[in-house]
Nanobody
Framework: QVQLVESGGGLVQPGGSLRLSCTAS????????MSWFRQAPGKERELVAR????????NYADSVKGRFTIARDNAKNTVYLEMNSLKPEDTAVYSC?????????WGQGTQVTVSS
């Protein structure tokens, strides 16, 4: 059974930091490109960051470049999103995604709220 379980969300003040984790099971993690998406209320889901199976290539949305870092540990079947210098506009539900060929899996999401 495929599972993606996110953790690490919460309430943080502007300028603060959070680290999200997504732990996978039920598939060969290292063969999948992993991504973090987010969706704010009333907005469409957007890609935040992406990392290839080996971790050699990463991509970021312009809005998070220089503030967020995606990384993975294939030995732990886990992908991370380190978020620094958080802004109120980063408030959203963050979900991880695993994709390879025709296979596409989603986690349930974790809420990140940036507010003073």
């Amino acid at each position: 059974q495929v599972q993606l379980v996110e953790s690490g969300g919460g309430l943080v003040q502007p300028g603060g930091s959070l680290r999200l984790s997504c732990t996978a099971s039920g598939f060969t993690f290292s063969r999948y490109r992993m991504s973090w998406f987010r969706q704010a209320p009333g907005k469409e889901r957007e890609l935040v960051a992406r990392i290839t199976g080996t971790g050699g290539i990463t991509n970021y949305a312009d809005s998070v470049k220089g503030r967020f870092t995606i990384a993975r540990d294939n030995a732990k079947n886990t992908v991370y999103l380190e978020m620094n210098s958080l802004k109120p506009e980063d408030t959203a539900v963050y979900s991880c995604n695993a994709q390879a060929t025709v296979y596409n899996y989603w986690g349930q999401g974790t809420q990140v709220t940036v507010s003073s």
